[in-house]
């Protein structure tokens, strides 16, 4: 099990505010912080809190962080899950400057780990939903953009506007842990503390945990059809996935679309050519069991589409012009009144006219890193996150007006800690062809979102089973499984290693509910459930795992090892049972397990240990328990 340990490790805080014209230091904690020059108390500890009095307005708000500068083995900067993955190292630590903003919503939070690859310490901000810019201050870059040596702490700045304080006072909440066992655990204490302080309430819905199928990367969006889709569906339930979601492209052309058609993204209507009936083929899915969701990105909008004249006032502008996105969408603003109405509107008009069970809420991460400049339209907002917030509110509230059971995917640039709770689940960031990332995307999402989606796994037909199982386990690892494949044109024993590791997970599905955590700082070994059943997952190049003390425990070995040392608190008497890439090949073995044992555990295989009585150990061998045996049929004999 995870062991926790206090580490010394010196660290400081402080605060400067922006008043009187200019900045005045409000003092900190720590060795390092900076006499202050403002009517400051501060409380020291765990959770750090300054309260600042001034003379004069306090129109923005700058927090610093200042430690040692070692040879970090990771960083966890300030995020929203979907970047940390490819900037991880200490040398990107030169490179902190962001803006936390409607275009990636993150958290003003980072983490550290120690030369040793342990976890050293956290840092993060207990703010509202606002914009805030993060950058480093040292090590020091020249112009010339090279580090000049010397220096020996590493300090990162965030700043705010801030709003009237109360009563002329201003308060600032942090998080300073330096005892979680790993930065993920620190990472959820902070997402807890702010989604308390908060009164942030995430919906459960339990069609959100269903496996789901998505048309993106399954086949180009221009060969998207009804037959297509519906022979997918039909696969998908026979695999026991349950929701269909129609991606970019339902509509036009997709962003994947090279074929010369101009984009009409904003016209959300469906093409004629791919769907000639889009309420009928929604009704043939729902009467398969399952559930149909849209893609829908509110704010985009193509200048070839139908809509762009009419709303072209109503267009954000930045750096003294229209606004487009890197794949070329100009954005309507999120602070216009105007246009939060327009797309509540086109919300219902598409719920109630093709009778879907609600939307992929897609591409807030095309929006400008900073607020909307356009003069010709109003704006009730000042704060572009605010902006972003007040219309994923309005969406799930009209969602849920029209059905309460409705399913909302919300991506990780925007389902955050405070904005988890305007969907029901939350996808990780675009990651086709790249396990790795989307788990390591995930966990981070674990971390501040309830129910936390795959993005879609897709890989080509030359994948064997052996790959496919490992991928399975990767994919339940990190989350609900979801698939971006083509159902109906992969190999047969592909779908029924699919079938197979979706019949165990649907079975399974309560113990997959419950928060995981990783049992190392790498995040290579993952365990959830509950006292009595739990499960373990070892994946990339973990060689040995930690059994919790359950009665029965899954034992996932998703790294390419035969074998895996697992480590008890006491010896068990236990019954292995092998499932070999989930198809054939089901191998049951009786054996006592001592505290350190080198378990034979093939890569993609599950085993399954369950705790046994001394006295009852020789007949249970004899005479294997039917329960767990039924636990690894196959799907061709359920």
Known sequence: MIMTTTRSFRYSIWVDAFTDGRWQSAGGVGPDAPVSSLDATWRDGRRPTVSIGAAGPVTKLRAVMSVPLLNFAHVVGPDCGRHYVMGNKSLDIRRVKLRISGQMVGHPFVALAGEGGEFLFAFGILLGAIDVEAYRILPTISKRNAMV???EFLTIAFEWEQHPGVDGRWQVNFLASRDQPTWFHALREYSSLIQAREAVVQPHNEDAWEPSWCTWTAFPSATMNTDNVLANARQARDLGIRTI?????WFGPGLDDDGGRPLNIGDYFPDPAKFPDLPKLVRDIQSLGLRVLLWHAPLCVANTSQIYPRMQKHLMHFKGREFYSSNDLAQLCPANPQVRMYVYEEIERMLRTYGVDGFKLDLFNCLPPGRCECASHEHDIADSVQAAAELLSGIWERVQRHDPTALVELKQDYGNTQFAQYGTMVRAGDTAYDSDTNARRCF???????CVHNDYLVTSIHTDPRAMALLMIRSLTAGVPTFGLDLDRIDPSLRSVIGW???F???????FQTPREPQNNDLSVWQGGDKNVRWVSAIFASA???IPDARRVYLLNGTSRNSLFIALKRPMQCRVVCQNDGVEGR???WQRISESTELQIPPGAIAELTRSEERSFRRAAAVPDDEGAGQFTSPATP
């Open 149 to 151: 040596g010397g220096d």
């Open 245 to 249: 979601i129609l991606d970019d492209g």
């Open 444 to 450: 981070y999402t674990q971390a501040v979102a309830q």
């Open 501 to 503: 590791w979706l019949a």
């Open 505 to 511: 997970y649907n079975r399974h599905r309560a113990m």
């Open 544 to 546: 040995s795992v930690a």
């Open 587 to 589: 191998e049951i073995v």
